[in-house]
């Protein structure tokens, strides 16, 4: 399979553009740009959870989400190369930010005595009229997977090819990296607008990974009073915090899947609200935004009635609010403008007497103890 310097740098020009403008960043453009620069013509990219469920491919023939009927469905426990490439990267703790080509080749994976009688094979000849592949591992545990395929009669991947296929790792990782720096500094300056809309004055963002995304001085101090003063030597946006699994709770807690979590630790109130970033293929990015206040913070606060009633859409905003959305999940939920979320929280708060989304939390959990001694 032949190529030219110049297809390179025409595919890294692309990836290059490709990683400020584009809304997701593995899909069908990824496999065109690919086959356009190298030549590659069968690859599919299938997506997976971070705890290794799958979720969805895409190749030549189109995108196929999970489904009762499809065929991944009946081979998935039996896919030794994902199994491996999974089991790996979870030890390895791979996220979005490796750039070290992480490469599998059918053939060494399952060994070239047993091969030709595999499953494995079987499967991508029955799926894909193709006999050998090469599978490239991205993102937390390896959540996106990239295969190159061949057929029988092309022969194995050559060392050449293995070599191409190494440096278009490389490019797409790279590329893939910076993608998700620009996402992540987006979603994280919209959290801290909401923030510090809400009244709030102390606060982090951390990530899915256990990386702390931002915080203020306000929260540090807070924190250095609760867990020492080398805690600012654990506030890292590259390094996984290890306290913070113990403040963000289990992930099977049904409750954080639908309302604001709260811990209590020392004298400090933590109120952790649940950021999604949904992509078309499934996969879902989580982030965390954690605000911390004093107990007493809230005492000169009246939570006694409502001094105007809410009106429909403001009570629909508010009820949002209190199941942890940010205004922009609020907007997209109601179908209507972030600025028009910002004005019916303004309404709220001057309504309900309070200035801030944690003041309006205590509000409502006042208001269902009332109810529920009536």
């Known amino acids: 399979m032949g190529y030219q ?45 971070t705890q290794g469920k799958f979720l969805s491919w895409v190749n030549w023939n189109g995108v196929m989400p999970d489904s009762v009927d499809h065929p991944y469905r009946k081979f998935v426990a039996n896919d030794i190369v994902r199994h491996v490439i999974h089991q790996e990267a979870v030890v390895d703790q791979l996220t979005y930010f490796n750039v070290i080509p992480r490469l599998y080749k059918s053939t060494d994976v399952i060994g070239a005595i047993d091969y030709e ?18 599978t490239m591992a991205f993102g937390i545990n390896a959540y996106i997977q990239v295969a190159f395929f061949k057929t029988l009669d092309a022969g194995d991947f050559s060392n050449e090819e293995i070599e191409l296929l190494n440096r278009i790792y490389v490019y797409v990782a790279n590329s893939y990296k910076n993608f998700k ?10 959290i801290q607008n909401e923030i510090i809309s809400s009244g709030e ?16 001085d306000l929260a540090q101090e807070y924190l250095k009073d609760i867990l020492g003063t080398t805690i600012a030597e654990q506030i890292s946006s590259s390094k996984p915090c290890n306290w913070l699994p113990f403040l963000l709770g289990s992930e099977n ?37 954690i605000t911390i206040s004093q107990k007493g913070d809230d005492k000169a606060v009246d939570y006694s009635g409502v001094k105007l009633p809410l009106t429909q859409a403001e009570q629909k905003v508010a009820t949002l609010m209190y199941n942890g959305l940010t205004y922009q999940a609020i907007a997209d939920e109601l179908v209507i403008s972030y ?9 709220i708060y001057i309504k309900c007497g309070v200035n801030s989304r944690f003041q309006l939390y205590k509000w409502f959990e006042d208001k269902e103890r009332e109810g529920a001694k009536k």
């Open 181 to 190: 720096k620009h996402e992540q500094i987006r979603i994280v300056s919209n």
């Open 339 to 347: 600025h028009t979320v910002k004005k019916h929280i303004q309404n």
């Open 201 to 216: 004055r102390a606060y982090l963002v951390t990530d899915d990974f256990m990386h702390i995304m931002s915080s203020n």
């Open 5 to 49: 310097g110049a297809d390179q740098m025409r595919f890294f020009s692309e990836m290059s553009e490709r990683q400020i403008s584009a809304r997701e960043f593995f899909s069908s453009v990824l496999i065109d740009a690919i086959e356009r620069n190298f030549g590659f013509k069968k690859i599919l990219i299938s997506y997976f959870d």
């Open 117 to 134: 009688h595999s499953g494995y094979v079987r499967f991508l000849e029955e799926n894909f009229q193709q006999h050998y592949s090469v």
């Open 253 to 289: 807690d049904s409750s954080a899947a639908n309302r604001v979590q709260t811990r209590i630790i020392k004298n400090y109130i933590f109120k952790i609200y649940t950021y999604d970033q949904s992509y078309s293929n499934g996969i879902v990015d989580t982030y965390h935004w």
